[in-house]
């Protein structure tokens, strides 16, 4: 059973900066693929960025460039930097992991982006 808890979301204005984390428990978290994704009101859950074991990184389109995501084992922790944000990007942030073939989610955390 893997738990998954995010933090860091809040109220910015647009060009701003916002660093959310999340920490994982109950499984070996270095050998665990991570990844955050958001939902917007009325959208579909979108994947933003993901970071394998051997930290092989990916990102969306819309955030390649602003956006960087990291973890750190020793904290069995993950983070998603994001900067230059736009209105765009108001959503609920999630943070996903997978462990013997099981998907786990936390409950999100909400970014909101003022124009």
């Known amino acids: 059973q893997v738990q998954l808890v995010e933090s860091g979301g809040g109220l910015v204005q647009a060009g701003g900066s916002l660093r959310l984390s999340c920490a994982a428990s109950g499984s070996i978290f270095s050998t665990n693929p991570m990844a955050w994704f958001r939902q917007a009101p009325g959208k579909q859950r979108e994947l933003v960025a993901d970071?394998?074991?051997?930290?092989?990184?990916n990102y969306a389109d819309s955030v390649k460039g602003r956006f960087t995501i990291s973890r750190d084992n020793a904290k069995n922790t993950v983070y998603l930097q994001m900067n230059s944000l736009k209105p765009e990007d108001t959503a609920v942030y999630y943070c996903?992991?997978?462990?013997?073939?099981?998907?786990?989610w936390g409950k999100g955390t909400l970014v909101t982006v003022s124009s």
């Open positions: 970071i394998t074991a051997g930290n092989n990184i």
């Open positions: 996903w992991s997978r462990s013997h073939d099981m998907d786990y």
